[in-house]
C-alpha cells in the first residue's frame, strides 16, 4: 500500500493567534490549516477551550522548534471566583462546593496569594492532559475515576490581584507569570481550599507565551475576513519566520565551509565561542548568507554541535 498523499502547501513560519473561547486548540489548528491551504500545522501547547489569547501555531519546518515555545514562559489575566468549587476548577464544569464569600477581604486574599508566589509545588488538575497508562487524565475524570497525581515543581514568577469584588461570590482579576507546566486553573482551586470556600477560574486569557504577546495576534474571524474570496497566498505575509520561536537565543553566522558540515551534522569549531554563551547554552545558527540552518549547543570543547537542523 503506498503512502498517503499529503494534501496543501509546503510552507514554513509561525502565526500567532488570538484563540477565541469555546473552540479547543486543535480546532483553531485545524481552521488555520484550511485557511492556509498548509500541508502540516501543529500548536505549542494546549489552551483550555474556555481561555482566549496568545496560541502560537507552527506551519512546516517551523514545528521542529515548538518544542521551545511549550517550554516557555506563559503570562495568563485570569479572574477567579470563591464561594463556588466545580469539578474542572472552571466555570464549564458541575458545581461541588458552595457556600458564601460575603467575609472574604482583599487584604486576605492579597496574603493567600503570596504562598502561590515562586517556587511551588502543583498538583495538576484531574481534567489536564496528562495521560496515566497512556489514557489522558481527563478521559478518566469524565468516567468518575479520580486517580492520584504528584505534585510537580513549577515557578511562579508574578502573582498580582488587580482587581477584588467583594460578595456572596467573591471574583478576583489577577495576573500571573509563570512557568511551563503552571495551571492556573489549579491557582484557583488551592486558594479557595486554602480559604475554606472553593475556588474556581471563570475567564483565562493568555497574553504572552516566550516572544509572542497579544499584540502580535491575529484572530481567525480577522484572517477568514482578510482572505474572503482570495487565495490562500494572501494571508502569507502574517507568517514569521522559521527562528521566531527562538528568537531570544544568540545568533551564530557560520562561514560557507562551517555551514556545510554543521548541516551534516557534525559539530564545528567556533572562535570565541563562549562570548556567545556557556556550555550547554544553544544558539541560532546561520549561513552569512542570512539562511537559518537550525540551533546548535556550545559544547566543552569550543565547538557548537546541531540539536535542531532545517531539512536540506
Known amino acids: 500500500m503506498g503512502r498517503r498523499r499529503k494534501f496543501g502547501r509546503s510552507l514554513d513560519g509561525v502565526l500567532v493567534v488570538d484563540k477565541p473561547a469555546g473552540l479547543s486548540s486543535n480546532d483553531v489548528v485545524q481552521r488555520a490549516k484550511r485557511l492556509f491551504f498548509a ?33 516557555a514562559d506563559k503570562t495568563y489575566l485570569s479572574t477567579f471566583r470563591f464561594g463556588l468549587a466545580t469539578d474542572t ?13 460575603t467575609a472574604l477581604t482583599q487584604g486576605e486574599l492579597e496574603k493567600a496569594i503570596k504562598a502561590y508566589t515562586g517556587a511551588i509545588e502543583q498538583v495538576p488538575p484531574m481534567y489536564s492532559a496528562l495521560k496515566r497508562d497512556g489514557k489522558p487524565l481527563y478521559k478518566l475524570a469524565r468516567e468518575g475515576i479520580e486517580v492520584e497525581r504528584e505534585a510537580r515543581p513549577v515557578t511562579v514568577y508574578r502573582f498580582e490581584l488587580q482587581d477584588f469584588r467583594p460578595g456572596e461570590i467573591a471574583e478576583a482579576d489577577v495576573l500571573v507569570e509563570c512557568s511551563k507546566g503552571t495551571y492556573i486553573r489549579s491557582l484557583a482551586e488551592d486558594l479557595g481550599r486554602d480559604l475554606e470556600l472553593g475556588g474556581h477560574v471563570s475567564s483565562l486569557r493568555r497574553t504572552k507565551a516566550g516572544p509572542f504577546e497579544i499584540c502580535q495576534a491575529l484572530t481567525l474571524d480577522e484572517l477568514e475576513a482578510e482572505r474572503g474570496d482570495q487565495r490562500a497566498e494572501s494571508l502569507d505575509q502574517h507568517l514569521l ?11 551564530l553566522e557560520l562561514d560557507e565551509n562551517s555551514a556545510f558540515y554543521f548541516k551534516q551534522g557534525q559539530g564545528v569549531i567556533v572562535n570565541q565561542v563562549y562570548q556567545l554563551g556557556d556550555e550547554g547554552d544553544k544558539v541560532r545558527v546561520f549561513q552569512k548568507a542570512g539562511e537559518f540552518l537550525g540551533v546548535g549547543e556550545i559544547t566543552d570543547d569550543g565547538r557548537v554541535s546541531p540539536k535542531r537542523l532545517l531539512s536540506s
Open 39 to 71: 500541508s502540516k500545522t501543529g500548536h505549542t501547547g494546549s489552551l483550555d477551550p474556555l481561555a482566549t489569547g496568545v496560541l502560537p501555531l507552527c506551519f512546516g519546518e517551523a514545528t521542529k522548534f515548538s518544542q521551545f515555545l511549550l517550554d
Open 241 to 251: 519566520p522559521i527562528d521566531a520561536p527562538v528568537s531570544h537565543l544568540a545568533r
Open 89 to 101: 476548577a472552571d466555570s464549564d464544569g458541575k458545581v461541588v462546593q458552595q457556600c458564601s464569600a
